[in-house]
């Protein structure tokens, strides 16, 4: 199973940037998908989640700002992020939950996706 994100970049305050990230295995009722995120000196949390059902959650720092998406046909998840703010700088790593199969269930991690926000 691959997972590889992309779209992180520079951006200032109050912009807009979208995150992807593209996985080996089919986004369905068997899998969960995740992004997290991990600034300098801290430890990795939670931003947005998907569910096997499809409900979605959202850290309380970035609701409102932030949507997860899935695009089922090219196995895509995306994170819309709106309204960002410095404090929003981080790496930004992807992650799928994968309950079946057995020959693909476990948990899988993308590599990390810089963004920057300037003031």
């Known amino acids: 199973v691959q997972l590889q994100a992309s779209g992180g970049g520079l951006v200032q305050a109050g912009g807009s940037l979208r995150l992807s990230c593209a996985t080996s295995?089919?986004?369905?009722?068997?899998?969960?998908v995740r992004w997290y995120r991990q600034a300098p000196g801290k430890q990795r949390d939670l931003v947005a989640e998907m569910t096997r059902f499809g409900d979605t959650g959202y850290a309380d720092s970035v609701k409102g700002r932030f949507t997860i998406s899935a695009d089922h046909a090219t196995n895509t998840v995306h994170l819309q992020m709106d309204s960002l703010k410095v404090e929003d700088t981080a790496v930004y790593y992807c992650?799928?939950?994968?309950?079946?199969?057995?020959?693909?269930?476990?948990?899988?991690w993308g590599q990390g996706t810089l963004v920057t926000v300037s003031s």
């Open positions: 295995v089919s986004i369905g009722s068997d899998t969960e």
């Open positions: 992650n799928q939950e994968i309950y079946w199969p057995p020959r693909t269930k476990g948990n899988y």
